[in-house]
């Protein structure tokens, strides 16, 4: 079965770091994007930020910039999101997300809990 | 940056009614190569999204008929025939045609 499969969510102080992780499950990542997108409790869907496969170019909502980082292992078959300085705004299931075909964001991890508080 | 808005935010519909959920984009979703990537997606509560609509209006594999996407430009439209009891949730607009993506705010539908 092809999934994403999310791991490292958890309960941080404000300015500490944590990293998620995006891994592939019955695929690999090769062609298209990953996405991450958040939730906030009760709110809607934020994008964050994308990664193109083909290219490695990046692109990081204004929110995160300069604290948040993508990077990839392919021998790992995954995906990581680092996040630095985190805040208590940044409270919010995280899901990353692939494009199966281009633009359509079609395939989503089960999405992991990141909780920002003291 | 692109910015969707949806309307109405709140939907509430009888059994076996149908629904239409609009979204208007801030600009023309048209892209280079010809397609509209504009999508539409179910969160079920509790639930990851869940992609229903792509290219605003091929379904992806597995949706009900019953669900339908219309629409060019800037204005787009998510139709339900009839609504069925495992339909509420919210949905969500989203264009892929522009960096960064974005989503639209959510529409929640609900059971009267």
């Known amino acids: 079965e092809v999934q994403l499969v999310m791991s490292g969510g958890d309960l941080v102080q404000p300015g500490r770091s944590l990293r998620l992780s995006c891994a592939a499950s019955g695929f690999t990542f090769q062609t298209h994007a990953v996405h991450w997108v958040r939730q906030a409790p009760g709110k809607g869907l934020e994008w964050i930020s994308s990664f193109m496969l083909d290219n490695t170019n990046v692109a990081y909502a204004d929110s995160v910039k300069g604290r948040f980082a993508v990077s990839r292992d392919n021998a790992a078959k995954s995906l990581y999101l680092q996040m630095n300085s985190l805040r208590p705004e940044d409270t919010a299931i995280y899901y990353c997300g692939k494009d199966i075909n281009p633009g359509d964001l079609g395939l989503w991890g089960q999405g992991t809990l990141v909780t920002v508080s003291s | 940056d692109v910015v969707l808005t949806q309307s109405p935010l709140s939907l509430p519909v009888t059994l076996g009614q149908p629904a239409s959920i609009s979204c208007r984009s801030s600009q023309s979703l048209l892209s280079g190569d010809g397609n509209i990537y504009l999508n539409w997606f179910q969160q079920r509560p509790g639930q990851s999204p869940r992609l229903l609509i792509y290219?605003?209006?091929d379904r992806d594999s597995g949706v009900p008929d019953r669900f339908s996407g219309s629409g060019s430009g800037t204005d787009f439209t998510l139709k339900i025939s009839g609504v069925e009891a495992e339909d509420v949730g919210v949905y969500y607009c989203m264009q892929g045609t522009h960096w960064p993506y974005a989503f639209g705010q959510g529409t929640k539908l609900e059971i009267k």
């Open positions: 290219k605003v209006s």
